[in-house]
C-alpha cells in the first residue's frame, strides 16, 4: 500500500532553514507528481509546492516562493522540501501528498505530518 513518511521538522529561528523529507513506498514514484501541504492551527490545509514526476515542473504557493525549493530523487524514493529564511508565519504541521488518477477517479495520499515552529 501505498505509505508517505515525512521526517526533517523541528524548532528554528525566524531566517532559519530546515529540510523536509518525504520517503515512500508502495507505488511506482517516478510515475506521480509529489506535493507539500501545510496547515496551521486554525486554518485550513493549503498548497506550499508541486513538482511533477520527474522534476521538471514544480509550482509554489506566493507565500514561499523565492524561500522554499521543492525536489526529488526519483532513485531514492524520496520528495524534499528545503525551506530558508523562515518567517513565524511557516509554523504549520507539512503534510507530503501524492495524487493518482486511475479510471477517472482521484485518490490523494497523505504522509503522517511533520511539525515545523518558527520561533525565537
Known amino acids: 500500500q501505498v505509505q508517505l513518511v515525512e521526517s526533517g521538522g523541528g524548532l528554528v529561528q525566524p531566517g532559519g532553514s530546515l529540510r523536509l523529507s518525504c520517503a515512500a513506498s508502495?507505488?511506482?514514484?517516478?510515475?506521480?507528481?509529489m506535493s507539500w501541504y501545510r496547515q496551521a492551527p486554525g486554518k485550513e490545509r493549503e498548497l506550499v509546492a508541486y513538482?511533477?514526476?520527474?522534476?521538471?515542473?514544480?509550482n509554489y504557493a506566493d507565500s514561499v516562493k523565492g524561500r522554499f525549493t521543492i525536489s526529488r530523487d526519483n532513485a531514492k524514493n524520496t520528495v524534499y522540501l528545503q525551506m530558508n529564511s523562515l518567517k513565524p508565519e511557516d509554523t504549520a504541521v507539512y503534510y507530503c501528498?501524492?495524487?493518482?488518477?486511475?479510471?477517472?477517479?482521484?485518490?490523494?495520499?497523505w504522509g503522517q505530518g511533520t511539525q515545523v515552529t518558527v520561533s525565537s
Open positions: 513538482i511533477s514526476s520527474f522534476g521538471a515542473y514544480t
Open positions: 501528498n501524492t495524487p493518482h488518477y486511475e479510471l477517472g477517479s482521484k485518490t490523494d495520499y
Open positions: 508502495g507505488f511506482s514514484f517516478s510515475s506521480y507528481a
